[in-house]
Every structure is written in structure tokens, then in C-alpha cells.
């Protein structure tokens, strides 16, 4: 009982002890500040919706690789739908909001869109358009700049000849035959999975089968799939 009243006490004290010092009521906005993006966009390429890391809407200060604040966007139920996402209480440190792939370590892995943002406090609203999420770009960044570049980087040798620094990576492998293919097959073949070897050295090649763990080589796998099924772009 006795505790009872102390609590009542401090709740008063609250109210109207602090309140009264201050003599002002502070209006909404200094709990709820912060700018608002409003984001229109939709996808193509779901098939290279990520597993092991996050498809994120983010908003980057002056870090480039670690967003100030992320949001988890969830996938779509189809292809093309027309999401409209919004991320709020914007810090006045923001400098740009990007739609990209992000680890679970909350670290920038690939952008697919970027807006800057300006000094004002205007709401932003940003119209993205469609993103398709098996693009080249991707692969580039996700797979061959943070993995391949070791051994297929130029620095001590190029392994197996194959070139995958980021000038020269689509040139080397789209529609070029690859040496240690037994059967013949190209590198990539646009629109033809079943004769694009970069698929088979990752699946089965002793050096490379375990490069990553089971549900980041599954979004690899699916992510190269998807942009060799795709047509596989230079986009
Ligand atoms: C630890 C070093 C190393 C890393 C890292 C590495 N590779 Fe390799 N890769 C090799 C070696 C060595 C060969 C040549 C294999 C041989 O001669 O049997 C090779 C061969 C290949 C080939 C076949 C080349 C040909 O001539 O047919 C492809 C495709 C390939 N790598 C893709 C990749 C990709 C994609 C990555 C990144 C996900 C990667 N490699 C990462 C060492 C590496």
C-alpha cells in the first residue's frame, strides 16, 4: 500500500511538478520530428529477392556503407506491383535515401537507387520507378567485387585467365567460351542456364562450392540465375 501512494506521488510529481518548473507546454513536434520520405517503386526479378541479407529502403549520412536508419521492405506478392513505402523521423544528418541490399550486419552490400537529399525539412517524396532486382550491377558488387576479386582480380595472377575486376567482368564472361569447361559451354549464355559454366563452377568446383554459407550461396545462386535467365543485361 505503502509503495502504492509512492507511485502516485511520483506520478504527480510528473505531471505537474516538472510541468509547473517549466511553465510551457512544448507542442508535437519536438516528439515527432523529423522529415518523411515517401517512396513510390516496384520490382521485377523477384527470383533474386534476397535470403541472407535484406532488401532495405535506408537513409545514409556521410558513411557510405552504414545506413543511419533501414526499414525491411517486404516482398511483393507479384512482379510490377506498385509499392508505395515511407520511412519516417528522417535525422537532419541525412544525406541521401537509397533502396539497396543490405547484411544482417546492417552493412551497405549493393544500391540499386539513390535520391540526395537536401537541407530543408519539405517532406520528400521520391519517385523510383521499376527496379529490377537481377541486374548486372548487383551481381558485380555482391558477388564478384566482394569474393572473386582475390584470385580474379589481376593482383597475384588472374586464376583460370578470368578477369572480374568491374571494367572488364561482363565483357569477359557473356557469350565467351570458358577453357576449363569440359562440355564447351560459355561462361554465361544469355536466357540459357544450362550453358553458362560460372553457374557450375560455383555449384561443384572444389575451390568454389563453399565460398559461402547455405542461404547466402543460395541468394548468389538465384541472383546469377535470375539475371542469366533475364536476358542477363548489362544493366
Ligand atoms: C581462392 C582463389 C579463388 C577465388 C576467391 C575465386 N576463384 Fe575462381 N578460380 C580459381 C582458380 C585457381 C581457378 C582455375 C581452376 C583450375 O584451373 O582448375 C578458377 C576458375 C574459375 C572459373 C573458370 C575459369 C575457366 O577458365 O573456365 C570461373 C568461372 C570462376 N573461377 C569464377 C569465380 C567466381 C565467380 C568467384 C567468386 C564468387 C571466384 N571464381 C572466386 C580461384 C579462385
Known amino acids: 500500500m505503502k509503495r502504492y501512494r509512492q507511485y502516485i506521488m511520483y506520478a504527480l510529481f510528473l505531471l505537474f511538478g516538472l510541468g509547473c518548473d517549466e511553465g510551457k507546454i512544448y507542442p508535437d513536434e519536438t ?5 518523411t520520405a515517401t517512396v513510390s517503386l516496384s520490382f521485377i526479378g523477384l527470383k533474386a529477392w534476397p535470403k541472407e541479407n535484406m532488401l532495405s529502403l535506408c537513409a545514409f549520412g556521410e558513411d557510405p556503407l552504414r545506413p543511419l536508419q533501414t526499414q525491411r521492405i517486404s516482398k511483393p506478392a507479384e512482379a510490377g506491383k506498385k509499392l508505395k513505402l515511407r520511412l519516417n523521423h528522417l535525422t537532419p544528418d541525412t544525406r541521401s535515401i ?3 541490399v543490405i547484411s544482417r550486419g546492417l552493412r551497405l552490400i549493393h544500391s540499386y537507387y539513390t535520391s540526395p537529399v537536401n537541407d530543408s525539412d519539405e517532406p520528400l517524396d521520391v519517385s523510383v520507378g521499376e527496379l529490377d532486382l537481377a541486374s548486372f550491377k548487383r551481381v558485380q558488387a555482391q558477388v ?23 571494367d572488364v567482368a561482363y565483357t569477359s564472361l557473356v557469350n565467351i567460351k ?10 554465361v549464355t544469355p536466357g540459357d542456364l544450362n550453358n553458362s559454366f560460372l553457374l557450375d563452377i560455383l555449384e561443384d568446383n572444389p575451390i568454389h562450392k563453399d565460398m559461402f554459407n547455405s542461404s547466402g550461396k543460395q541468394e548468389v545462386l538465384a541472383l546469377i540465375q535470375a539475371w542469366v535467365s533475364g536476358g542477363a543485361l548489362d544493366n
Open 98 to 100: 537509397e533502396v539497396a
Open 144 to 166: 564478384f567485387d566482394l569474393n572473386c576479386l582475390s584470385c580474379h582480380g589481376g593482383g597475384s595472377g588472374l586464376a583460370g585467365q578470368l578477369d572480374l575486376r568491374d
Open 31 to 35: 516528439v515527432d520530428s523529423g522529415r
Open 178 to 187: 570458358a577453357p576449363l569447361s569440359g562440355e564447351g559451354k560459355n561462361y
